[in-house]
């Protein structure tokens, strides 16, 4: 314990609060090697295919930079409105959904709160929780996934908000509609469920997981999505969530005042009506992620073990003679960024994301060089 301050031990510089000092920074998923050289970057999930051109087009077209952005993103809430049914009113726009995800902690839980979610989950939820002196409560896994007897078996008079991700980042898990039913009629009304939905779009639409429906129905739902993972805008920064208007109202209370930028707003807006472009990257995914998966299972006899995925990544485990570290600097060796998350519990592991047709087979061909080389 250090010592109180007094007047005869003056601090030589502003301290940061302890729960600040006990966050682990979020590990940006890499794009150099140790040399500096530039890798393809397999690492933070993004859109192989690129971006839409239509929203290429509309955000080199959205050139007013000396005037700030319409400060409650009307256009895009509509637009999202239109697509999924949603009265825009319920609908708040972020810098990312991670500024969405921060400010669901910020606005309904503090110190002496808890917030709950799963072991191997979004490493945001952690660092979104401390920075606001909340308590983070971490349920044990089942294979890797969501284990929702685990989770309700942890809410308790003092968990405020419950997280999960749906399909989950890292581990690609995913539960489906009766499951998440069930997590969130196990939890107490005063309780926000928070459904983080980046990589809901990869899903195929008849698994849908309900989440945006449980948020239109109930008053403790939040459900977010992002524009970058299959909408190639990760670089623009836009993300979305929705919920009962009680929610919606406590967010707009706390967030940026000119969250979303002009290009963000008008590129996301001009993505949204390219479905076409959402549908290919999904087929692609879809494709790859399978051929991808048969490859990495054809080296079990090796210890690689590619965990289900319905995500665009898929976490491989290496329990055999080649470690997860071994593999990445490999691939490293051969051009491709991935990402091992030994901070995360996860030494074993490497999140690949779906590349290319010609990455992903270069990099399961280098993956079984190696594996094979190994003893
Ligand atoms: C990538 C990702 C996000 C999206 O973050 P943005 O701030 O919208 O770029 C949110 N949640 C999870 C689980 C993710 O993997």
Known sequence: MRAPVTEATPQKAPRMKPWIEAIHAYAPGKSKAGDGRSLIKLSANENPLGTSPAALEARAEAVMPSLYPDPDSTGLREKLGELHSIDPAR??????????????????????????????????????????????????????????????????????????????????????????????????????LVIDQAYAEYVAPEDDDGGMALAAAHENVLATRTFSKIYGLAGERVGWGTGAPGIIAALNRIRGPFNVTLTGQKAAVAALGDQDFVRNSRLHNQVERQRFVERIEALGNHGLRPLPSEANFVLVLFEGALSAEAAAEGLADRGFAVRHLPGQGLPQGLRITIGTQQQMEIVAATLREMAEAAR
């Open 91 to 192: 609908i708040v726009c972020g810098t990312g959904s991670d500024e969405l995800l921060n400010l669901a902690v910020q606005a309904f839980a503090g110190p002496g709160d808890e917030v709950l979610f799963s072991r191997f989950s979004f490493s945001v939820y952690d660092i979104a929780t401390r920075r606001c002196g909340a308590t983070p409560v971490e349920a044990p896994d089942r294979d890797f996934g969501t284990d929702v007897d685990a989770m309700l078996g942890l809410v308790s008079e003092r968990t405020r908000v419950v997280f999960i991700a749906n399909p989950n980042n890292p581990t690609g898990s995913y539960l489906p509609q009766d499951e998440l039913a069930r997590l969130h009629a196990g939890l107490p009304a005063d309780v926000l």
